[in-house]
């Protein structure tokens, strides 16, 4: 079997959250994305879905939430990812930690990582990110409507940090199946890098470490669901997703998401992975200029819409309740 092409770097990352008004309020108007579809969960449509990304709702750029207001906190462990990070033009972060400080962001102090400058913060529902100064190259469309000035605002995913039980396993099928580099160690932290030259440009970054005496982490309130990087379209999806089958991962079949196409699988480490292909994209179901608005239903949930709608929550308090800082 030939190789296939590498993973491009992140398409989305899902995580659980809390509130969905709390959500919404904390991504778009203190965190300054556009929320570019209101869904719900396909498989459950009691519970909003949730996606936030960059003006143009570009793969790359993309964080979804199952808000479960009545679930859980996740807790922390090996196999569960632990940190998110998002990009911000070189020099945004003192206007990040200002922000911060006038909303009541629970933030770490600046650090430096592989060189690179780093926030560390919380969101509302204990979910752990961090902004990082960094030039990947991604053609960012800025969201005029964010109360962001568009020179600060996030550019895109960067990547993910996770501990697992044991690298070596891991190791292994991040460089020979899904087309990794290995790029150094710090503070007990591996770098793995796919190669950016063909195309994503966003989240291309991939952060582990070893904690064979941690225990396993659950899902819940504050955690990431899964990490879903991207592939061309169903042609590069259908390779990948070969070689992960002959590596014993056991893929999903291509499953239909309309924006994307998608096939999970759980990494040898117990990550969750999703390969989603780069379109059709959040417009095909909507106007451009007016993603996110209304709610989008899959089609066999439209006849039950006004039923669906009843039971949601209300998004509009989170605008009424805006405050800038
Ligand atoms: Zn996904």
Request: net charge negative.
């Amino acid at each position: 079997m030939t190789r296939p092409s590498p993973a491009r770097g992140l398409h989305h990352i899902t995580a659980i959250a809390g509130d969905p008004v709390e959500n919404l309020r904390f991504y778009q108007h203190v965190l300054g994305l556009r929320l570019v579809k209101k869904s719900v969960n396909q498989d459950d449509p009691s519970p909003y879905h949730l996606f936030y990304a960059d003006g143009a709702g570009a793969p790359g750029t993309d964080i979804t939430f199952f808000p479960w207001a009545h679930a859980r906190p996740g807790t922390p462990g090996v196999g569960v990812v632990g940190e998110t990070l998002l990009t911000v033009p070189h020099g945004s972060l003192p206007f990040w930690q200002i922000r911060f400080e006038a909303f009541d962001v629970r933030t770490e102090p600046l650090r430096e990582r592989f060189g690179e400058r780093t926030l560390p913060f919380v969101d509302p529902h204990g979910m752990r990110l961090a902004l990082v100064e960094a030039d990947d190259p991604f053609a960012f469309t800025p969201w005029p409507a964010s109360p962001v000035p568009a020179e600060h605002q996030v550019r895109a995913l960067h990547g993910a940090r996770a501990p697992l039980r044991e690298l070596e396993p891991t190791r292994v099928f991040l460089t020979d199946v899904m087309g990794f580099r290995q790029h150094g160690e710090e503070d007990g932290w591996q770098r793995f890098v796919l190669p950016g030259a063909q195309g994503a440009g966003a989240g291309h970054l991939l952060d582990l470490r070893a904690a064979p005496q941690e225990r396993r982490g659950a899902w819940g309130v504050g955690s990431v669901h899964h990490l879903a990087w991207t592939v061309d379209d169903v042609a590069h999806q259908s390779a990948l997703r070969e070689a992960v089958a002959a590596a014993g991962r056991r893929p999903s079949e291509i499953i239909d998401r309309f924006w994307f196409q998608s096939v999970y699988f759980m990494e040898p480490g117990g990550v969750l992975f999703e390969l989603a292909t780069k379109g059709p994209g959040f417009a095909v179901d909507e106007d451009p200029d007016a993603l996110g608005q209304r709610l989008i239903l899959p089609p066999w949930l439209e006849p039950h819409r006004s039923q669906i709608e009843a039971v949601l929550p209300d998004l509009k308090q989170a605008a009424s309740s805006e405050v800038r800082a």
